[in-house]
C-alpha cells in the first residue's frame, strides 16, 4: 500500500511532539507507547480508528499522525470538558485536526452507539470498563484489524480481567507489549 508523503506535517508533528516531550501532565501514554501505537497502523494500511480516553491528546497525535499516513481518521473520546479543549489545541498546533474527531462524551454509553466499521482500536480510559468497551466494538471491528488496550501486564483495576478474556478468545491473536507502560495487542483473525 502506498503511504501519503507529507514532509511539511512530519516536520510539524516531530516538532510538537519534541517540544512536548516532558510537558504531559495528564496520565498522558510515554512516547514509547505511542510509537508502537503509530507503527502498527502504518504497518497495516488501518484507516478507521477510534480511541476511548483522549485526555489531553498525546496518543491521539502520535495516532493521528499514522492515519495521516494512510488516508484514514481518528475517533476519539473525551468525558473531561477542560482535557477535551486542551487536546483540542494541541491537534491544532500539531497540525493533524483535520484527522481527528474529537468528541467529548462518556465512552460509557458513547461506544456502544458507535457504528463503525472499526479496523484500529486504543483503549486507555477508566480501566474498570476495558472489557466492557471491547465487547461493544468486537461487533464493529474487521477482521484483520486490532484492538489495542493502555497499562497491561500492571495488575491496575479491570485491566487484568479484559487481558484474560481477550486472550482467551480463539478468534484474537493477542501479545504484550512492555516497553513502556504496557500495551495490549490483539489482532482479528476471525469472527
Ligand atoms: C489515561 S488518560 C488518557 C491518556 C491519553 N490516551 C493520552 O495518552 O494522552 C484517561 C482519560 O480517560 C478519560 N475518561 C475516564 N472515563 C471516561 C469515560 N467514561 N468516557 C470518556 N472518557 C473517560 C479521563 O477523563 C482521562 O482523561
Known amino acids: 500500500q502506498e503511504l501519503n508523503n507529507n514532509p511539511e506535517l512530519d516536520e510539524q508533528v516531530q516538532t510538537f511532539l519534541d517540544e512536548n516531550r516532558r510537558s504531559w501532565r495528564d496520565m498522558n501514554i510515554p512516547a514509547i507507547d505511542g510509537q508502537i501505537l503509530h507503527d ?3 504497518e497495516n494500511g488501518y484507516t478507521r480508528a477510534l480511541e476511548i480516553g483522549t485526555s489531553t491528546g498525546h496518543s491521539a497525535i502520535w495516532i493521528a499522525w499514522a492515519l495521516s499516513k494512510t ?3 481518528l475517533i ?8 477535551y479543549n486542551e487536546a483540542l489545541e494541541n491537534f491544532e498546533e500539531a497540525g493533524l485536526s483535520e484527522f481527528i474527531d474529537a468528541k467529548l462524551a462518556n465512552a460509557h ?3 456502544p452507539e458507535l457504528e463503525g466499521p472499526f479496523d484500529f482500536v486504543f483503549s486507555d480510559a477508566d480501566k474498570d ?3 466492557n468497551y471491547f465487547k461493544a466494538v468486537d461487533p ?5 484489524g486490532c484492538f489495542t488496550a493502555h497499562n497491561i501486564g500492571r495488575g491496575r483495576g479491570g485491566t487484568t480481567e479484559f487481558y484474560e478474556h481477550i486472550s482467551s478468545l480463539s478468534n484474537y491473536e493477542t501479545t504484550l507489549n512492555s516497553t513502556g507502560n504496557g500495551v495490549s495487542i490483539s489482532y482479528k483473525r476471525g469472527e
Not at 76 to 83: K, P
Open 40 to 42: 502498527i497502523i502504518v
Open 71 to 73: 488516508g484514514g481518521k
Open 76 to 83: 476519539t473520546i473525551e468525558i473531561d470538558e477542560d482535557r
Open 109 to 111: 454509553t458513547l461506544v
Open 129 to 131: 470498563w476495558y472489557t
Open 140 to 144: 464493529n471491528l474487521v477482521v484483520g
